[in-house]
């Protein structure tokens, strides 16, 4: 017999009418992919702070003075120099900005990193809760359109 606990409760799907397990299962569905979305948005928001981390370490002293290319756009860049090799400007999100030296901006990616790490194993723990959910929904569902056609 599959159920769901709500909110403290438990329903047994076997006794829901097939309209109500499709609207629950619309529901769910609609959630999982809300989740997908989030752990994808969450993906991303990982790379961005990996990729600025693996930057900051490849940062060598002889660095200084040196000519580089400072994107404007993804596709627009203008000339510069190194002037200043230990302070850097971070992004901590909307529209704000720190300077921080070369080691405390390592350690903002880092805990960045692990943080978005937690965060997404958190939100997969709810993803598989769900989807499981949803498999014995469908379950019950085919077994509910099975015995409607052996009744026809």
């Not at 979305?37 to 200084?64: H, M, R």
């Not at 203008?78 to 921080?100: A, R």
């Amino acid at each position: 017999m599959a159920s769901s606990t709500s909110g403290g409760e438990q329903i047994d799907l076997e006794k829901l009418s097939m309209e109500q397990l499709q609207q629950i299962k619309a529901e769910f569905q609609s959630e999982v992919e809300a989740i997908q979305d989030s752990i994808q948005t969450l993906y991303n928001c990982k790379a961005k702070y990996a990729t600025s981390k693996e930057a900051l370490e490849q940062v060598q002293p002889d660095w200084q003075d040196k000519e580089i290319l400072v994107p404007l756009t993804s596709s627009m860049y203008v000339p510069g120099t190194i002037k200043d090799m230990n302070n850097y400007v971070i992004d901590v999100g909307t529209g704000y900005y720190v300077e921080k030296d070369l080691e405390t901006s390592k350690d903002y990616f880092k805990r960045r990193v692990e943080y978005v790490q937690e965060q997404m194993e958190k939100i997969e723990k709810i993803q598989y809760q769900k989807s499981r959910f949803l498999s014995a929904l469908i379950s019950v569902m085919e077994q509910k359109q099975q015995m409607a056609k052996q009744a026809a």
